[in-house]
């Protein structure tokens, strides 16, 4: 069974004791403390009405029947209708206020769990899949509905009225009393084991759960890889194979379910023929009324239905511990550290200082080793090397998506860990390979994280990115919505829009990863052009792909392995002839006249990428 949970354990959750965790629960209730105050009001208001029924009908048959008196049988059977609409309004009255209370408390779980998840730190999104974090703000919240307030109150209420019918049972027949106190013993003890047993089925539901969900989010996120590589059929079996697994995980907890509730409903039947039997036998004996038997009959029916109240709200209980287990598990996990009480850095030129970092994802798996460096203020600087050797690792330990394992890293003499940290990401602007938008307009999207809703300024930025243009080209234009991680638009245009939000945001830090390669040349021309003007007068860090980029840079940085092995200008380290020599001639300067073609292609490029966007 593949592992959800990157805590060190098998995969299987820490078992919890009931109160622990419901009383974790309790401050999202709290807030509607005086409405659930008014549920339990209604519920031992209505507890009464219940308990008097039986006695009234005791009295009907024992005395108003032997005497003939119709007119105290409709008074009495008017009293009884009374008695049931007024305890049915006042269910009716609880179950709305019950309602409207958990879907508050609901809504409140999502959104702090939503705000919670955000402010966790990268290395949390690397250990966990979309597919499990979808299912904790999902299906385990969903296992939640119908346990708030109301399920506790109502199991709580029917354990008080179980013990004011036990009472009463013995009040109206204490020898038939004995027979049902022991129905109700076996009942608790039935139920209670199957309690852990469904406690572990429920968790198999849920690790299921999140496993289909996890194959649902990647086939719906990687279907034109699906369609392009013709694996419609494999992917289908793959989530038969996974529905497959949750529907025996779920088979199997239903089934232990209805194995307890017909246990029960067994032992039910079994206990009310034979104190039907007792009781027959006590009547024949004269040790008893009929009047009396159907009062202890109505109370023993009272009686069970609190108990079966009882036991599904331990059913749904169940479900809910492990949800909010799995709910806490995110909860628990620490949040990037921003205490304002750190000093802020004002936007202005930044110096970079790496001071012998290491750094690894897991354990004894490093992927930066002893990286000593230095970033000029103002400084052009390009990252080389193979794939795979921590190119863009190091690149994302300067706006802290993840904390040096070893070593420290200075912004202007300062320990990025003494920076607040929401200050220092203001001062830096990353334009990735894959670049990421909402599924909202482009005006939106370009304006994101910026503050910024003047359009004119929008524009500015667009032309300056030379994405203004073909904006231009949709209908509604900047009020466009591109689609879902910008389907409906190019990789090119998205790579502009990109690099028209960091315009707008002008951070005195950027951080490039180039991904030009697959693009069109005109494409390729307009982002070049773009990011050359752009790089102007700020600190940028290029994981470079572009013979053109390593030529500008005022310094360079060859990654192998985990290590910076060289360190210098181009020139110079051409002239060393080490591992940069080898790479420029295998690496950057195959293909180099179509490089600068497209790099230099100036003007004349751009016009003709402009005109080609018009035409389309």
């Not at 052009?529 to 470079?544: G, M, P, W, Y």
């Not at 690496?587 to 402009?610: C, H, P």
Request: include cysteine.
């Amino acid at each position: 069974m593949p592992k959800f949970y990157d805590d060190g354990s098998d995969g299987v959750m820490p078992k919890h004791e009931t109160w622990p965790v419901i009383k974790r629960f309790l401050p999202f209730v709290k807030p509607y403390q005086k409405t659930i105050v008014l549920i339990a009001v209604l519920m031992v208001v209505a507890l009464p009405l219940s308990a008097v029924a039986p006695l009234i009908v005791k009295h009907l048959i024992n005395q108003v029947v032997p005497s003939r008196d119709l007119t105290q049988m409709f008074l009495i059977g008017g009293v009884l209708i009374a008695l049931a609409l007024l305890d049915q309004s006042l269910a009716c009255w609880q179950a709305v206020l019950s309602k409207r209370v958990e879907l508050k408390v609901l809504n409140k779980m999502r959104l702090d769990l939503f705000a919670h998840m955000i402010r966790l730190p990268m290395s949390f999104f690397t250990r966990h899949s979309t597919g499990y974090l979808m299912s904790r703000q999902r299906d385990d919240l969903r296992h939640l509905s119908g346990v708030m307030a109301d399920t506790i109150l109502r199991a709580g209420i029917s354990g008080v009225r179980a013990v004011v019918f036990i009472g009463l049972l013995f009040y109206l027949d204490f020898a038939l009393a004995l027979t049902g106190l022991g129905l109700v013993l076996l009942f608790v003890a039935v139920n209670q084991s199957y309690s852990k047993p469904l406690r572990r089925r429920n968790q198999l539901v849920q690790e299921a759960i999140a496993r289909t969900s996890t194959s649902l989010h990647e086939a719906i996120i990687g279907v034109s890889l699906i369609k392009a590589t013709a694996r419609e059929k494999t992917e289908t079996r793959h989530y038969t194979h996974l529905l497959n697994d949750h529907t025996r995980a779920s088979f199997g907890r239903d089934l232990l379910e209805v194995f307890a509730t017909e246990t029960i409903e067994l032992f039910a039947k079994l206990g009310l023929y034979s104190i039907v039997l007792i009781g027959a036998y006590r009547i024949i004996v004269g040790a008893t009324t009929f009047g009396d038997l159907m009062a202890f009959f109505m109370a023993l029916t009272t009686l069970f239905t609190s108990l079966t109240t009882l036991m599904k709200a331990n059913q749904q209980l169940q479900r809910a511990m492990n949800a909010l287990q799995r709910i806490y598990e995110v909860f628990d996990t620490p949040q990037e550290p921003a205490s304002k009480s750190f000093p802020k850095l004002k936007p202005a030129s930044c110096a970079i200082v790496f001071e012998n970092v290491s750094f690894s994802y897991a354990p004894d798996t490093p992927v930066l080793r002893q990286i000593t460096a230095k970033i000029p203020a103002g400084a052009q600087v390009a990252l080389v090397g193979p794939s795979g050797t921590g190119k863009s690792t190091f690149a994302s330990l300067i706006p802290r998506f993840y904390d040096p394992t070893h070593g420290r890293i200075l912004m202007n003499g300062v320990d990025l860990k003494e920076i607040n940290l929401y200050s220092l990401r203001r001062l830096i602007g990353i334009v990735p390979q894959d670049v990421f938008l909402f599924d909202r307009t482009i005006h939106e999207n370009i304006a994101y994280g910026t503050g910024i809703s003047d359009r004119q300024a929008i524009a500015e930025a667009a032309r300056a990115a030379n994405a203004h243009e073909f904006i231009l080209n949709f209908p509604k234009g900047y009020d466009t919505r591109i689609g879902e991680r910008g389907v409906r638009i190019s990789v090119g245009q998205k790579q502009r829009l990109a690099i028209a939000r960091e315009i707008l945001r002008n951070p005195p830090i950027l951080i490039l990863d180039e991904a030009t390669s697959s693009l069109d040349s005109a494409s390729e021309a307009l982002i070049q052009e773009a990011l050359h003007r752009f790089k102007q007068n700020r600190t940028s860090v290029v994981i470079a792909h572009r013979l053109s980029t390593v030529i500008e840079a005022d310094w360079i940085l060859v990654f192998d392995k985990g290590r910076i092995i060289e360190q210098g200008r181009h020139e110079d380290l051409l002239a060393h002839g080490g591992f940069y020599a080898f790479l420029f001639e295998t690496q950057f300067k195959r293909g180099q006249e179509a490089m600068e073609a497209v790099y230099n292609a100036g003007e004349n490029g751009k016009r003709s990428a402009v005109e080609a966007e018009r035409e389309a």
